[in-house]
Each structure stands twice: as C-alpha cells, then as structure tokens.
C-alpha cells in the first residue's frame, strides 16, 4: 500500500517517533494524535485529543490511509495501583474511542494497526506462534488480553486489523538499550535461564502497513531467539564493560525499587516465532544480536535524534 496520510496515536516517543520520521521522509502526511498541544513541525501535524473522548480529532481519520495506535502509559514504572490503573486506561480506553471514531468515519483508513505486547504469552520453554501460543497469567496479560479483546471487538468489515504482539524493542537512544546500558554501567549481570527476543517494532510495523496480507494477531520479534546470559554477554562486549557481576533475582527487586521499575520487564522471557512475518517473506536488517548491537553502539549513537529502525534479538 502506497500511504498518503497516516494518522498515529501515542506518536510522540520512542516508536512513534521513529514511524513519523521514517514515513514523513517519504511524503507522507502525518498526523499524531497527542495528549500535547496542537502544533505543526517538522512537517508533522499534532493534534491534540485525551484519549477517552470523541471530539473533533476525528475528522483526522478521513482521508487517511492506515491508523496506528501506540498510546499507553509506559510499563516501565513500579506497579502501584495507580499505576496499574493508568496502564489499564490509556490502552483500553484510547482503542476504544479510536474504534469508535473509525465506525463513525465516512472515508476512514483501510487498515488499523494496535500495539499489544508479547509478554501476553507464558513464560516460555519452546517458542510462541501466533498459531499455537499459550497465554500466561498475571498483570501484564490481562492488561493485553483486555486490550486485544478491545480492539477486535469493533464491527469494522472493510478495515483490516493488526495488532502487534511487540518483543522488547531496542533502539538507539530509547527504550530497554538505554535501560540495559544502565545496568551494564553499574557492572550487573542477570544472571538467569531467561530465553528473550527483542525486535524492532518500527521496520516491521512499516512492513504491516506495506503489506496488504497482513492481518489480525502478528508477533513482532527477530527471527531467532537468545538467552539472557548471551544478550548480557554481547552487550558487554559492545559498551566495552569489562566484567558483570551475577544478580540474583532478590538482588535485582532491590534495583528495580531502585529504578523505579519491575523485574517482570527483565525476567519475563517472551520466547515468541514471528511466523506469519517469516511467511510472508519480512527481511529482518539485523537478524542477529551482534549484528543489531554493532549498529546501536554505533559512533553517531547519542547525536542522532531519532532512532534509526533497528532488529535485534
Ligand atoms: N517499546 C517497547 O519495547 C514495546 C514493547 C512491547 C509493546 N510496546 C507497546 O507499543 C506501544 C508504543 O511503545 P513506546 O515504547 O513507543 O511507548 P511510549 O513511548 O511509552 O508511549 C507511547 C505514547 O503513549 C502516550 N501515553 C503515555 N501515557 C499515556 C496516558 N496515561 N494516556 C494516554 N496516552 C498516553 C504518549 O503520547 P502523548 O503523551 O503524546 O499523548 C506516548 O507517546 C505502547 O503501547 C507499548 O505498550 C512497546
């Protein structure tokens, strides 16, 4: 699908940022849908909305080719209850008032593009196809499992619907590198039979909107996947870090306190198969580890201001 318009809600950080830029450097008007102010820059205009209410925001979604919606407070945060409460309501109320807008629009996109997250799937001992994959139980599931029944729950036949079970994304200057860096710095290993895929949402999010045969349930992940002990290994090679310390799992609920985040988001192991991807011939950049982390340490890594789209384990 050649777009012409793409209206993005949640656009402003990390993958939205790197959608924006990628489809505006190719004449594509974009438009994000933000809790900020009205604004047009960089050749991108803002729209304001909340993310709960029908409004004007709407009339954005004529004319426009595809809709992707990435709003959701972030997970990397203590779960309090506030927190968990704020989690829950920015993804499910955001997909709701989106389906809405898209059931009243009289000349809305052709395909509707909503994050979820792989960590909906078990703990894993063997990889999770689209096909074949079992949930798991706790918070973080029910938080998808409630914002996938959300999104599919819209009667919306001429539209297709993507929701994208996204691994951990590494990216330049955002997201779980930095955070893995800064565990890296302070010389810490997680030391764990953790199995992990990181992936590179924005490429293969490109890929969703350019491919017409995508559709429903996709995992989004690299092709292969890598034990916890080998990504802290190539990491540290990467960042030159001389040597890690193994960090038991009491030891890493004390940082998190610490860091203002959950271990869930380390520990939990999203052993995903991004198999209707592979079927349909996606071409991953960076396929391996190394190859993704030679291309985030790169020279230029803090001067860029916007990630470059990355794959990664
Ligand atoms: N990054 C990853 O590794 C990863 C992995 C799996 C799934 N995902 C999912 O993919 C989506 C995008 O990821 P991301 O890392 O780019 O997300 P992000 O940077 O944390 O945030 C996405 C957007 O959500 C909006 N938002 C934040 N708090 C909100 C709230 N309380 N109510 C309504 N909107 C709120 C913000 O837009 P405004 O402030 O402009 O309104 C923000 O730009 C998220 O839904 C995330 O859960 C990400």
């Known amino acids: 699908m050649n777009a012409k318009k793409i209206v993005i809600a949640g656009g402003t950080t990390f993958l939205g940022q790197i959608l924006t830029a990628y489809f505006t450097e190719r004449g594509v008007q974009m438009v994000v849908l933000t809790r900020g102010a009205n604004k047009h820059e960089n050749g991108v205009n803002y729209v304001h909305w909340n993310g709960r ?3 004007t925001w709407r009339e954005q979604l004529e004319g ?4 992707i919606n990435l709003s959701g407070k972030s997970v990397n945060c203590r779960y309090t209850k506030r927190n968990k409460q704020l989690i ?3 993804r499910l109320e955001s997909t709701r008032v989106l389906g809405l807008a898209l059931m009243k629009a009289k000349n809305g996109p052709k395909i509707w593009i909503n994050a979820t997250s792989a960590t909906i799937y078990r703990h894993a001992d063997r990889p999770m196809t689209e096909a074949n994959g079992l949930h798991g139980v706790g918070f973080s599931v029910d938080v998808c499992e409630k914002w996938e029944r959300m999104f599919f729950r819209f009667d919306l036949p001429k539209l297709r619907e993507v929701t994208m079970r996204t691994t951990i994304v590494l990216g330049k200057e955002h997201g779980a590198f930095g955070r ?14 953790t199995e992990s895929k990181c992936s590179a949402g924005s490429m293969l999010m490109i890929f969703a909107v350019q491919n017409n045969e995508l559709n429903g349930i996709v995992n989004l992940g690299a092709p292969e996947e890598v034990k916890n ?6 990491l540290r090679d990467a960042v030159d870090a001389p040597f890690g310390l193994p960090s038991p799992k009491w030891m890493l609920e004390i940082g998190a306190v610490f860091m203002g985040t959950e271990t869930e ?3 939990k192991s999203p052993w995903i198969e991004p198999e209707k991807l592979k079927e349909l011939g996606f071409h991953w950049e960076f396929p391996t580890l190394e190859k993704a982390l030679a291309e ?3 020279k230029d890594l803090f001067a860029a201001t916007v990630s470059k789209p990355i794959v990664a384990h």
């Open 53 to 55: 209410n029908l409004d």
């Open 180 to 193: 893995c860096k800064i565990w890296q710095n302070l010389v810490l290993v997680v030391n764990t039979e």
């Open 64 to 67: 426009a080719d595809a809709l």
């Open 265 to 267: 988001l380390l520990l």
């Open 296 to 298: 985030l340490c790169a």
């Open 229 to 234: 002990e080998q990504l802290m290994h190539e």
């Open 88 to 90: 829950y309501n920015s």
